[in-house]
């Protein structure tokens, strides 16, 4: 199996930017398809982006468009989720979960086999 280690939260002022970082061990890092989803208070998990696993395609949800990034880097066995102008709305606990042999980009979250245990990002207005 697969560990997952999420870095990189904080408390940020609206229009901020912060980068999320996930670093995974235990296995063949370019065997999984990785995903960042979300989960304010009282509400469900949702899907934040996603990465295929050579990286060539990406996925996002539409409130995040144009704002969050997501990168990996194979040889580093990590993946990144680089979030800017950040809005009050984006305050949520941040996890990245892996999807082993899967192709493509999934953002379902019940297709994904690993998860961390999460970074809380603050995003104060």
């Known amino acids: 199996q697969v560990q997952l280690v999420e870095s990189g939260g904080g408390l940020v002022q609206t229009g901020g930017s912060l980068r999320l970082s996930c670093a995974a061990s235990?296995?063949?890092?370019?065997?999984?398809?990785m995903g960042w989803f979300r989960q304010a208070p009282g509400k469900e998990r949702e899907f934040v982006a996603a990465i295929s696993r050579g990286g060539s395609r990406t996925s996002y949800s539409d409130s995040v468009k144009g704002r969050f990034t997501i990168s990996r880097d194979n040889a580093k066995n990590t993946v990144y989720l680089q979030m800017n102008s950040l809005e009050p709305e984006d305050t949520a606990v941040y996890y990245c979960a892996g999807a082993r042999l899967k192709l493509g980009v999934i953002t379902n979250p019940s297709a994904y086999d690993y998860w961390g245990q999460g970074t809380q990002v603050t995003v104060s207005s």
């Open positions: 235990g296995r063949t890092f370019s065997d999984y398809a």
